[in-house]
């Protein structure tokens, strides 16, 4: 599948951009949407190495992911063993309980922290954030001689999705490219990127 569409990219400007998780009125970004090439990224060989990325088959023994209590116990050991066959790192740890996103049109948009989705093309961890998460996280007196930070995303309603997850090949984007932005939550902010706009940049479509 190949087709075009608007992407929402983040204009440089005289302010450091910022975004809040929780109510978008709030943010400060000049965005600057432009047509791009999207293609289906299962029909591509994309891997965790290259592209940056990497699309793999996962059943989880979690029926109802909105369930609430319970669901992270039953989660979390499931993305600590898939995360441990795809890197093989000898130490994975999970940051935070499974977060669910929703459409603006779902009664459930906005009901719990973080829930809506991004509408423009950011990446959620900077060098510096991941550090900082890195460092934290880690059992006290281990040391870090290398870390990597991974968001798993996954569908867990039918299709077709009304807000489907585009991600960028990494091999189109350069140091240049990104802007130092803040997003902040409700108890937290967080340093990270948004990119601009680069003419050699494409998106995949993961989730349609």
Same mark, same amino acid.
């Given at each position: 599948m190949h087709t075009r569409a608007m992407i929402a990219y983040v204009r440089a400007?005289?302010?450091?951009? !910022?975004?809040? $998780?929780?109510d978008?009125? +709030?943010?400060? /970004? *000049?965005? $600057? &949407?432009?047509?791009? *090439? =999207?293609t289906d990224a299962r029909a591509q060989a994309m891997?965790?190495?290259?592209?940056?990325?990497?699309?793999? &088959?996962?059943? @989880?023994? =979690?029926a109802d992911f909105a369930a609430g209590a319970g669901v *992270?116990? !039953?989660? +979390?050991?499931?993305?600590?063993? /898939?995360?441990?066959?795809?890197?093989? %790192?000898? /130490? =994975? /740890?999970?940051?935070?309980?499974?977060?669910?996103?929703?459409?603006?049109?779902?009664?459930? @948009?906005g009901v719990l922290d973080n829930s809506r989705p991004a509408r423009f093309a950011h990446v959620d961890v900077s060098d510096a954030s991941a550090a900082a998460f890195a460092h934290r996280a880690a059992p006290p007196g281990r040391a870090l001689a290398r870390f990597v930070h991974y968001n798993i995303? !996954?569908?867990?309603?039918?299709?077709p999705q009304?807000?489907?997850l585009a991600v960028c090949d990494a091999r189109t984007v350069t140091a240049p490219d990104l802007i130092?932005? *803040? %997003?902040?939550?409700? @108890?937290?902010s967080s340093m990270v990127l948004v990119p601009r706009h680069a003419p050699r940049g494409g998106a995949h479509l993961q989730d349609p």
């Amino acid at each position: 599948m190949h087709t075009r569409a608007m992407i929402a990219y983040v204009r440089a400007g005289s302010r450091r951009p !910022r975004y809040y $998780a929780n109510d978008h009125s +709030r943010d400060v /970004l *000049d965005i $600057a &949407p432009v047509e791009m *090439d =999207v293609t289906d990224a299962r029909a591509q060989a994309m891997t965790l190495d290259g592209a940056g990325f990497t699309l793999i &088959p996962h059943r @989880s023994g =979690v029926a109802d992911f909105a369930a609430g209590a319970g669901v *992270d116990d !039953r989660y +979390r050991p499931e993305i600590v063993e /898939l995360v441990t066959a795809l890197s093989g %790192a000898d /130490l =994975v /740890l999970v940051n935070s309980p499974g977060i669910l996103r929703f459409s603006e049109r779902s009664p459930h @948009s906005g009901v719990l922290d973080n829930s809506r989705p991004a509408r423009f093309a950011h990446v959620d961890v900077s060098d510096a954030s991941a550090a900082a998460f890195a460092h934290r996280a880690a059992p006290p007196g281990r040391a870090l001689a290398r870390f990597v930070h991974y968001n798993i995303w !996954r569908v867990i309603s039918a299709p077709p999705q009304d807000v489907p997850l585009a991600v960028c090949d990494a091999r189109t984007v350069t140091a240049p490219d990104l802007i130092a932005a *803040d %997003a902040v939550f409700d @108890s937290r902010s967080s340093m990270v990127l948004v990119p601009r706009h680069a003419p050699r940049g494409g998106a995949h479509l993961q989730d349609p």
